[in-house]
């Protein structure tokens, strides 16, 4: 026994400071060499000479050491293998517990469990907790390891911290530094697992790990293919599962980003999201269960929303936002945009579109360069390419079958154009305008109903609510203002400009032009008319080639013109005179005998005052075009008729006189306005000019004889 030990148990008093409690503890300690150690077990400290400091409580704990300092070994045999070289400000507890060796000199480690850093010789400031934990570490530092078999194979790593049986179990010789394994089996590695600053949280996350680098796994089975990834982050059940090489891939949720082997710059969010594919895909972001959960190869995609590109296989450059966006369908088109649930779902080859809205675009298939905003907008659209439709319903089930077909049409409101199926360079703006199109081409219709009966008519303008409403298959058209043109089915050339002009045409008219409210609004079958002013022409129907000029002019017979109001001009006028174009000539026999007959007059126009009820309500306008005061010289219009009466001639029989009355007299559509009650007659004043020839030629006639009579006399 020890003089030390002597002097303990003879004084019942440490001795320097040491308590040695057993036979053989502490047995090395002299008097004034190791102080203030406490051993207690069978060979406790039992080497220890000049050591201090240090606690050994167990059978053989720090049985070898001679000088260490400031250690704590509890348990049979731990830290027992250390002996000459100085270890010091380590903690072992349990049985074999940083047991070391001759040429141990790590310092400041913490051991708790079965031979927990068994292996430690110059490794310094680890913590093991718990049986074989980081049993094989040599000369590691700064690591963290708790949980059976914990870092249990590294014997240089530094800074790693692993929580959980088996964590970065697998991790040998190579140097693999500042990794975080959370977790069963989390970051296992194996021999050549040398990747640094990565993160395991969750059963076997980043399992497979060997030279990857900066990754982040949180959930069971999280990336656990990765090998040589770097900078990845994966969150979720599977997460990143298939990711051997790729870096830069964000996945977060079940299965996110599953399949994934080498691609890069990915990031997926929600169950399932990029979950098929992306084997070498770039660049792509999905935010939804599902979402871009088919693609392989495509880069730079968008897709937000549950589903969303949800069949894409190798389109590229897309985004869709919205359940379903893009996702119904096998895309392999390019630089398309979906906004909206369902938007563009039916998309296969298409590229270039832009859609927004609930259903808008739901029917395109390879159609191509489109913009559709509004719900349903070019919904039932399938081929048709460059076209906008802004609205809801907008555009209709265009489709192309040809180079045109189906193209370049602009339709904006609510139903434009909705039925339209290969007609291309047309515009519709408003309510339903073109809406009952199928393949017009080239027409341009805004206004709510402009247009909106067309279904083949071309090159047609209509702007103005319910303007060209009725046509069908009428072509080259304009009508500007509300319903003109407005019952017409199949009025071909033609203009018509103003409130109604044309309104009630139901026939297939040509060529007539009306500018003013009402202008021509009878107009049926006639053609080539010219009504100009309030309400000129209004009582025209089959007529042709009648020209009325002027506020309320109404002349109805053919080939006439009208011009109400004086008339100032310097101009030359001619008529059509070839005798080529002529039948049934005959000489004049009208001439004295017509002229003498006739009442020249001078008069004043008496102006059409406006029509009002009892209450003085205006009913009707009255006439402005005569309210001058001006004494004018001609003739009367019954006073003519009733000449040419007397001359035995019909009314065809003198084109100078006309009578709409008369002329419309079994036309039951035609009705006299109030501005025109008293002036249905009128007089073709150029129809004179040959009974005034007639008679001169009869007057010179007359002369000459009487001067052949004075000779003879």
Not at 534 to 542: M, V
Not at 595 to 608: A, D, G, H, M, T
Request: aromatic letters at 4%.
């Amino acid at each position: 026994m020890s003089q030390a030990r002597n002097l303990a148990n003879l004084r019942g008093t440490p001795t320097d400071g040491n308590i040695l409690l057993q036979s053989t503890a502490g047995d090395a300690i002299t008097a004034g060499s190791g102080t203030y150690n406490f051993a207690a077990g069978l060979n406790a400290f039992g080497a220890g000479t000049t050591g201090d400091n240090n606690i050994a409580i167990g059978q053989a704990s720090l049985a070898a050491a001679t000088i260490g300092l400031n250690n704590i070994a509890i348990g049979c045999n731990s830290m027992s293998g250390v002996t000459t070289a100085q270890a010091d400000d380590n903690v072992a507890i349990g049985r074999s517990a940083m047991v070391g060796a001759a040429g141990t000199t790590g310092d400041y480690n913490v051991a708790i469990g079965t031979a927990g850093l068994i292996a430690l010789t110059t490794g310094i400031a680890n913590i093991a907790i718990g049986v074989n934990t980081m049993d094989a570490l040599t000369t590691g530092a700064c690591n963290i390891a708790i949980g059976p078999d914990a870092l249990g194979a590294a014997t240089i790593g530094l800074k790693n911290i692993a929580i959980g049986q088996l964590a970065m179990s697998g991790v040998t010789t190579g140097a693999a530094n500042d990794n975080i394994a959370i977790g069963r089996s989390a970051l296992v590695g194996n021999a050549n697992t040398t990747g640094n600053n990565n993160i395991a949280m969750g059963i076997e996350a980043l399992g497979a790990l060997t030279t990857g680098g900066q990754n982040i796994a949180l959930g069971v089975d999280t990336a656990n293919a990765i090998n040589s990834g770097v900078c990845n982050i994966a969150m979720g059940i599977d997460a990143l599962g298939a990711l051997t090489s790729g870096g830069n891939n964000v996945a977060v949720g079940t299965a996110a980003l599953g399949a994934s082997q080498t691609s890069c710059n990915n990031i997926a969010i929600g169950n399932s999201a990029l979950a098929a594919g992306v084997t070498t895909g770039d660049c792509n972001i999905a935010v939804g269960i599902s979402a871009m959960d088919a693609l392989l190869g495509g880069t730079s995609n968008v897709a937000i929303g549950h589903n969303a590109l949800g069949a894409s296989t190798t389109g590229g450059q897309n985004v869709a936002i919205g359940k379903t966006a893009m996702g119904g369908a096998d895309t392999t088109g390019s630089g398309n945009v979906a906004i909206g649930e369902n938007t563009l779902d039916a998309l296969t080859g298409g590229s270039y579109n832009t859609f927004a809205n609930h259903h808008a675009g739901t029917a395109v298939t390879t159609g191509a360069h489109n913009i559709g905003f509004g719900y349903y907008a070019l919904g039932t659209a399938t081929t048709g390419c460059a076209n906008i439709a802004i609205g809801r319903s907008a555009g209709g089930p265009l489709v192309k079958s040809g180079s045109n077909d189906a193209c370049s049409n602009v339709m904006i409101g609510q139903n434009a154009a909705d039925a339209l199926t290969c007609g291309y360079n047309n515009v519709a703006i408003g309510l339903n305008a073109l809406g009952g199109a199928t393949t017009p081409n080239g027409s341009v219709a805004i206004g709510w109903l402009a247009l909106g009966g067309v279904v083949t008519g071309i090159h047609n303008v209509a702007i103005g609510s319910y303007a060209g409403d009725a046509l069908t298959d009428g072509n080259h058209n304009v009508a500007i203002g509300y319903d003109a043109i407005g019952a017409s089915t199949g009025a071909c050339f033609s203009v018509a400009i103003g409130y109604g002009a044309q309104q009630e045409c139901a026939g297939l008219s040509t060529y007539n032009v009306s500018i003013g409210k009402h202008a021509g609004r009878k107009i049926t079958t006639g053609g080539c008319n010219v009504a100009i002013g309030f309400e000129a022409g209004c009582s025209l129907t089959t007529t042709a080639g009648v020209t009325n000029i002027g506020h309320s002019t109404n002349q109805t017979t053919a080939n006439v013109t009208c011009i109400a109001g004086a008339c100032l001009m310097s101009a030359m006028f001619t008529a059509t005179s070839d005798c080529r174009s002529k039948k049934n000539i005959k000489d004049l026999p009208y001439g004295l005998d017509f002229i003498n007959l006739l009442r020249p007059v001078s008069y004043k126009w008496k102006p059409q005052a406006d029509k009002l009820d009892k209450n003085g309500n205006l009913l009707e306008k009255g006439e402005n075009s005569h309210t001058h005061q001006r004494t004018m010289f001609g003739l009367l219009g019954q006073q003519v008729r009733e000449v040419t009466k007397k001359l035995g001639l019909g009314y065809n029989d003198f084109a100078g006189f006309s009578d709409q009355e008369y002329e419309n007299r079994n036309n039951p559509d035609w009705k006299k306005s109030y501005t025109m009650e008293d002036k249905t007659v009128q007089l073709t004043y150029d129809d004179f000019i040959a009974p005034l020839i007639k008679s001169v030629q009869e007057l010179s006639a007359e002369v000459t004889e009487l001067k052949a009579q004075l000779k003879t006399t």
